[in-house]
């Protein structure tokens, strides 16, 4: 199968699953946190040109803060994510799925200078592709990653309507996959839910192949 | 249990841990230590944990499984934030482990301080021979600013007002601070961009200070920079030998694999960075409102001597027992 959720098992027995975060949302979210950063730059830039005293020497703590620091301040403080990542539904965590602390946070910021080597991010680039967690060098070496979190899934309804057992020994397997399929029968077209159904009881043709097989998948749910 | 009568069974409790991690969440991490409904968010997540491993060993849908691990990943997001204490490790750092580290390490620190202090003493030793060397290294502009800047009689030096030293603080913390990070960073490549940064500071260094002494500016030159350079020049070298950590995790990682050592001594080097940022911002601060003050020359001479050998005794003999 074609997934590159990372299963976890933490030491109270749950099941963690992860899912790394690839390049284009990283991108989206870096743009989102660069445009943030832009007015502080500008205003910054503007009092250093015009040279107004010590406003001036602020200014550039102010610049120095922002580029190394910005995003270790929300790292840490604000549940591994920047505003950015936060618009996108991600964070950084460590690869334990634990919560980044300051150390992981600073590792990963101080080596993004490594990562946007010779320019716009080729070495992050690079690296992100040659592992499965999508973890530029800073990711490696502080061990961490980037994550979707809290994507708000809501509870797929499905209707009570005629049901039929199932006249084979289902497995889990077949459960799953029944399922799913009876999940999904809004956004399938009718055609495709034929021609699903039509692999499982191809004797039955396509029209009854696919009521039994929804039959079958509302008596493998149960009803309320 | 079908499916259907487990979910209609503990909805409920699912929606309320939603809203309650969505409460949490918002919080910071100090309000959340505090906050009551933390005390109650461990009992609920056992259960949670529970409720997913029965799902998936019942082969319920995918679709019920997955909101349940992300509810899961959650919960544990939120019972393992890290604690944040500040004052007390502090003040074990600055007094123990920041000096333990630097000694810790001290092959690389010492090779980062080698490559510096040989480059300075090779290219004083060039410019001092072959006066007109200085100018392969930088153009004659820029040679004549430092002249202007280090003239006896210059008058910027003894017009300098306090705004003045505010600009030079900031300007010092923004450069410096960032080419101590950049050279860590440059040595995640083997070490070459650490060493690279060593070689660069320490042969320019070494450079300039010849060619001012060349033409006669050396006191002005000297009194300057021995106070801040204590810090400076040491924050430098250490942040170089922290970088040169990285690089000889990948190049020689031991009995680890390559990523195990990067992270171990990425760990490992972080200490040092701390110790080499605070370093620079009292090196920044010296530079800007001590350095530029125009005392005689022993006075300068003497401080400067104080500052570099508290600095090295200080990592030298700190946190022994």
Avoid at chain 1, 60 to 77: M, S
Avoid at chain 1, 127 to 136: G, I, K, V, W
Avoid at chain 2, 153 to 169: G, K, L, P, Q, W
Wanted: glycine share 8%.
């Amino acid at each position: 199968m074609i997934d590159d959720r990372q299963r976890l098992r933490t030491p109270e027995g749950a099941v963690l699953s992860l899912v790394p975060v690839g390049i284009l949302p990283r991108a989206a979210a870096f743009f989102i946190d660069f445009l943030i950063r832009t007015p502080f730059y500008l205003a910054a830039w503007f009092v250093v040109l015009t040279r107004a005293g010590a406003g001036a020497g602020l200014m550039l703590i102010l610049v120095f803060l922002l580029e190394w620091f910005y995003p270790v301040l929300f790292e840490v403080l604000r549940h591994g994510q920047t505003p950015g990542k936060r618009a996108l539904g991600i964070a950084v965590t460590h690869t334990d799925g634990t919560p980044v602390t300051l150390n992981g946070s600073l590792i990963r910021n101080l080596i993004r200078q490594a990562d946007f080597f010779p320019m716009l991010y080729l070495t992050g680039f690079i690296t992100m592709l040659c592992n499965r967690r999508f973890q530029r060098l800073g990711d490696l070496a502080g061990n961490t990653m980037v994550v979707y979190v809290g994507g708000a899934r809501h509870a797929v309804q499905v209707m009570n309507d005629s049901s039929a057992a199932p006249d084979w020994p289902a497995t889990l397997d077949d459960q799953q996959t029944l399922l799913a399929l009876l999940e999904r029968k809004d956004t399938l077209s009718s055609a495709r839910l034929q021609e699903l159904s039509n692999f499982a009881w191809p004797e039955l043709g396509a029209v009854k192949s696919e009521q039994r097989a929804l039959d079958v998948a509302r008596y493998l749910r149960g009803h309320t | 249990m079908k499916q259907a009568q487990f979910e209609q069974q503990f909805s409920t409790d699912w929606h309320w841990l939603e809203d309650q991690f969505a409460v949490l969440e918002k919080l910071r991490p100090g309000e959340a230590a505090q906050d009551p409904r933390l005390a109650r968010l461990p009992a609920s997540y056992r259960r949670l944990c529970h409720h997913q491993a029965l799902a998936r060993e019942r082969g319920y849908s995918i679709s019920l499984i997955q909101r349940l691990d992300d509810l899961v990943l959650r919960g544990y997001r939120l019972l393992y934030r890290p604690r944040l204490p500040i004052a007390a490790p502090l003040k074990q750092f600055f007094l123990a482990d920041f000096p333990r580290a630097v000694r810790a390490q001290w092959p690389w620190q010492l090779a980062s301080a080698l490559v510096f202090c040989l480059s300075m003493v090779l290219l004083w030793a060039l410019v001092r021979q072959q006066p007109e060397m200085i100018y392969a290294l930088v153009d004659a502009e820029t040679a004549q600013q430092l002249e202007d800047m280090y003239h006896p009689e210059a008058t910027h030096r003894s017009e300098r007002d306090s705004n003045d030293d505010v600009v030079m603080f900031g300007y010092y913390i923004y450069n410096n601070i960032s080419i101590a990070f950049r050279t860590f960073a440059g040595g995640i490549f083997f070490g070459i961009g650490a060493l690279f940064v060593m070689l660069f500071n320490g042969s320019f260094f070494g450079a300039i200070a010849a060619h001012l002494t060349n033409t006669g500016m050396h006191e002005p030159f000297f009194t300057f920079v021995v106070a801040h350079g204590a810090p400076e020049l040491t924050a430098i070298v250490l942040a170089g030998g922290a970088g040169l950590r990285l690089g000889w995790a990948l190049l020689a990682p031991g009995p680890w694999t390559r990523l195990d050592a990067l992270r171990k001594s990425a760990g490992e080097a972080m200490p040092i960075m701390y110790g080499a940022f605070a370093l620079l911002v009292l090196a920044a601060f010296i530079e800007a409102f001590w350095s530029p003050r125009l005392f005689d020359p022993w006075i300068k001479y003497s401080v400067g001597c104080v500052l570099w050998t508290l600095l090295f005794g200080y990592l030298f003999a700190g946190g022994r027992r």
